[in-house]
């Protein structure tokens, strides 16, 4: 399968600290996608990174991207109650687009 | 602009029915499309996709099917339910993220139950 896999597979913090969330993935890739899911709801993209690049910013959010431990992390700074929701990564082959298992966040008021 | 529509949001089959599912998109032509399934708690399950008209590649072997009758329609059907086609189910688009690279744009979904 050329699903990915998403570390840890739930997350609870406080508002206001920072999420982390890790993403391995098998094979290698042009780019890696982070998603994002509200309950019941389809997915929204949040941040792309290529495979040349090994760090991206985009307002509290923060991904790296190890192509030799084919892994990458996103970071929510400052988290926010609305912040809650199920964080995926997806990387794709051509036109085919794989997603991992998905971290699920909880952030507590 | 470009958006995508999902129907039925919500339905509940028997075992043994038939299965329609049909999502559209407007404002985009010959578009990449995608049908993921989602199971409870669990991640994306690329179904199928399709280039073009008529053009559907299958991912996992099941008793699925999806046909793209139109530039901008893409159906997923079953002839006979299980209870195990029980899920989320998702379809996209393939659109141009700010840099020339692709990102997926998704419906609201369709949930089914089969009981």
């Known amino acids: 399968s050329q699903q990915g896999e998403e570390d840890p597979q739930a997350l609870s913090i406080q508002e206001g600290e920072n999420a982390t969330m890790n993403c391995s993935y098998k094979?290698?890739?042009?780019?890696l996608q982070w998603y994002r899911q509200n309950s019941g709801r389809g997915l929204v993209h949040l941040i792309l990174?290529?495979?040349?690049?090994r760090e991206k910013h985009s307002g509290r959010l923060r991904v790296t991207l190890d192509t030799s431990k084919k892994s990458s992390s996103l970071l929510i700074t400052a988290s926010r109650a609305a912040d809650t929701a199920s964080y995926f990564c997806?990387?794709?082959?051509?036109?085919?687009?794989?997603f991992g298992t998905g971290t699920s966040l909880t952030v507590i008021p | 602009s470009q958006t995508i529509h999902q129907w039925p949001a919500t339905l509940v089959q028997p075992v043994g029915s038939p299965l329609s599912l049909e999502c559209t998109v407007e404002?985009?032509?010959?578009?990449?499309l995608y049908w993921y399934r989602q199971a409870a708690g669990r991640g994306l399950q690329l179904l199928f996709y399709?280039?073009?008209?008529?053009?559907i590649s299958s991912e996992v072997p099941q008793n699925l099917s999806a046909s793209r009758p139109q530039d901008r329609q893409f159906i997923l059907s079953s002839k006979k339910l299980l209870l195990s086609d029980s899920g989320f189910y998702l379809c996209?688009?393939?659109?141009?993220?700010?840099?020339?690279?692709?990102?997926?744009?998704f419906g609201e979904g369709s949930r089914l139950t089969v009981l």
């Open positions: 399709s280039v073009g008209i008529g053009q």
């Open positions: 094979t290698s890739i042009n780019n």
């Open positions: 997806a990387t794709d082959f051509g036109n085919q687009f794989y």
């Open positions: 990174i290529r495979s040349n690049e």
């Open positions: 996209a688009w393939l659109g141009l993220a700010g840099e020339g690279s692709g990102e997926l744009f």
């Open positions: 404002g985009t032509s010959n578009p990449n």
